[in-house]
């Protein structure tokens, strides 16, 4: 690789470059400290000497976040040789050792690659992405897709933690409407095709779509400063609210809302600090695991590992969805793609049967076998291999076995004590005391994780107030 020029920090206020104000404005950056070449001036900088790739810090409800901004009218954005080097530059003058974590938000709008440059830009080019891959190790990173995002573009994009898209104006594909009608024919709707919207609705690429850049700034605020930034609550059932209302300080922010609906995400706090949950709603009868619920686990644990804060899941789960289409959609790769974020989550993680837990589900509520600093059920919740009806059912045509599954079932009483007593769960609760348990975990979390797991288990917790049933009536279990 060859030198990089030299670089240096000048500092550029919102007001004298429209092109920068709705971001400015939208993140509250009262200015931006850009990162470019060092020849150029605060008072001589335009926006063509940053190639069409803005790169830049500022100050975002008082901590400093990274901005890098795709000026699709100068070059089209495209990566040449001259702005990706500044690029990488800039994510390695962020990740020197030493630094805490700098936020970096990445509006991506490119042609791609830079034809004219040929292909000594290569090297250039795609170093960015093991550079950015290095810096989302320990920073977070939330992408924004803008307009035409095509080539390297879209893979950049990729790379981020939240990923979102604005509606309605946004393409993302390997190349242009030229070249896939030069080799498709003019039938290929290119606007159509290529559209963030199937991205999001068939894919784990976009995490959710906005109506502008301003919206897409507003929600990463939410991301970055849950306790500051603007709230926008969400929209919960009975039974969902009663649970995080139990230990929240406030309503809580949904992310990833429309993917799937038998997993809901949320990033709240608990003495003012972050917490990241993941429930399956108590009001759904079927909350079976697909392949799409569990890439939203995924984006989930990837977000809130970038943030670095502690998660608990709520599980009411009848198991994995069992059904044929969901092996051809790959659901086994999904199954261990998923427990290994679970099983290598180093910031804390603690799961809550809150109904049902039949089955492979039992991995998602973060068990301890899985790393899990604490595992409770909520007082009446059924936790087994299979519901004990389909089990009776199965045994049916074999006495012996049927037998067999009689004693077995006898010491699985409604209690769990053949579970607290073995250690998986540690406490059965009612919901008042959820709070309490919830503030144990966090105070917990920063033992070592050998004590953590070699802790014996308390028994039941009686928390001798309103029974389960009363803010969870019983119902059939599917």
Same mark, same amino acid.
């Given at each position: 690789m060859r030198a990089s020029a030299a670089y240096h920090w000048i500092t550029v206020a919102p007001g004298q470059h429209r092109f920068l104000r709705t971001v400015c404005e939208s993140l509250g950056l009262p200015?931006?400290?850009?990162?470019?070449?060092?020849?150029?001036?605060?008072?001589? =900088?335009?926006? /063509?000497?940053?190639?069409?790739?803005?790169?830049? /810090?500022?100050?975002? &409800?008082?901590?400093?976040?990274?901005?890098?901004?795709?000026?699709?009218?100068?070059?089209? $954005?495209?990566?040449?040789?001259?702005?990706?080097?500044?690029?990488?530059?800039f994510l390695r003058e962020l990740d020197r050792p030493g630094t805490g974590p700098v936020p970096l938000i990445y509006f991506v709008n490119s042609a791609g690659i830079s034809l004219m440059e040929g292909r000594t830009v290569f090297s250039d080019a795609f170093a960015?992405?093991? $550079?950015?891959?290095?810096?989302?190790?320990?920073?977070?990173? %939330? !992408?924004? $897709?803008?307009?035409?995002?095509?080539g390297l573009a879209p893979v950049l994009f990729g790379l981020g933690h939240y990923r979102v898209a604005v509606a309605g104006r946004t393409q993302l594909n390997l190349?242009?409407? &030229?070249?896939?009608?030069?080799? =498709?024919?003019?039938?290929?709707?290119?606007?159509?095709?290529?559209?963030?919207?199937?991205?999001? &609705?068939?894919?784990? %690429?976009?995490h959710e779509l906005v109506p502008s850049v301003a919206a897409a700034c507003g929600r990463f605020r939410e991301i970055l400063s849950p306790a500051s930034a603007p709230s926008r609550p969400a929209t919960l059932g009975q039974r969902t609210d009663a649970i995080l209302s139990a230990f929240l300080d406030a309503a809580p922010r949904e992310l990833v809302p429309r993917w799937c609906d038998r997993v809901r995400l949320f990033l709240g706090t608990r003495h003012g600090a972050p917490i990241g949950i993941f429930v399956n709603p108590p009001e759904r009868s079927n909350?079976?695991? /697909?392949?799409? !619920?569990?890439?939203?686990?995924?984006?989930?644990?990837?977000? =809130?590992? $970038?943030?670095?804060?502690?998660?608990?899941?709520?599980?009411?789960?009848?198991? =994995?969805?069992?059904?044929?289409?969901?092996?051809?959609?790959n659901n086994f790769r999904r199954m261990l793609w998923v427990g290994e974020k679970i099983i290598h989550y180093p910031h804390g993680s603690m799961g809550v049967v809150i109904g049902r837990c039949f089955g492979g589900s039992a991995t998602l509520v973060f068990p301890k076998v899985f790393g899990g600093s604490r595992m409770l059920a909520l007082r009446g919740s059924r936790i087994g291999i299979m519901h004990e009806s389909i089990v009776t059912r199965v045994l049916s045509g074999c006495p012996r076995l049927r037998e067999q599954w009689n004693a077995v079932a006898a010491r699985q009483t409604p209690g769990l004590e053949d579970l607290l007593e073995e250690g998986s769960v540690d406490a059965v609760v009612d919901l008042p005391a959820l709070a309490a348990e919830i503030d144990r975990f966090l105070a917990g979390r920063a033992a070592p994780a050998s004590a953590r797991r070699t802790a014996r288990p308390a028994l039941v917790l009686s928390a001798r107030r309103a029974p389960l049933s009363a803010a969870f009536p019983q119902r059939r279990t599917v």
């Open positions: 200015d931006l400290r850009v990162w470019i070449d060092s020849q150029v001036s605060g008072e001589t =900088f335009a926006r /063509t000497d940053c190639g069409g790739l803005v790169t830049a /810090t500022g100050q975002c &409800d008082g901590r400093t976040v990274a901005i890098v901004w795709s000026d699709f009218r100068v070059n089209a $954005a495209s990566f040449g040789e001259a702005n990706s080097r500044r690029f990488a530059a960015l992405w093991p $550079a950015l891959l290095q810096y989302a190790e320990r920073h977070p990173v %939330l !992408t924004c $897709a803008d307009g035409k995002c095509l190349t242009g409407p &030229d070249v896939i009608r030069m080799f =498709f024919g003019e039938g290929v709707n290119f606007e159509r095709s290529a559209a963030a919207e199937g991205f999001h &609705d068939g894919t784990d %690429l976009v909350n079976m695991i /697909t392949v799409r !619920t569990l890439e939203k686990y995924a984006a989930g644990l990837d977000l =809130f590992r $970038a943030l670095g804060v502690p998660i608990v899941s709520f599980l009411d789960s009848p198991g =994995f969805d069992p059904r044929f289409d969901q092996s051809a959609a």
